[in-house]
């Protein structure tokens, strides 16, 4: 367990929750639905799912307190993600930056979630 008064690690968490706008149901349904593929779910659909799409379930289920040094690379690595890509895009890019973006949580047609 980690020092409740963290200001570092306060921020990040804040970071990552205003960049992360889908709760872990959205997230998890977006995940599965884009591991099926065209034919059917495979047998693990859970390891079919982008890595940094697992972390982020994992750290949505989690409380701040709980968090390891694992979940906070992923939250550092979806929070630098999310901006770069809410950067901008040319319109040809629009539809493959939105489904890079929610792999994250972040659904750019969505608004910014402000829960801890």
Known sequence: ???????????????????VNMTSEELRAFLMASASGEDALPADAEQAMPELGRGVLTVLAKRKVDLTPDDLDTMRRVVELVGSLKAGASAAEDDERRRVLMEVGHDPLKPSRTED
Request: proline share 5%.
């Open 1 to 19: 367990m980690t020092d409740r008064s963290d200001p570092e690690r306060d921020h990040l968490w804040e970071e990552f929750h205003r960049s």
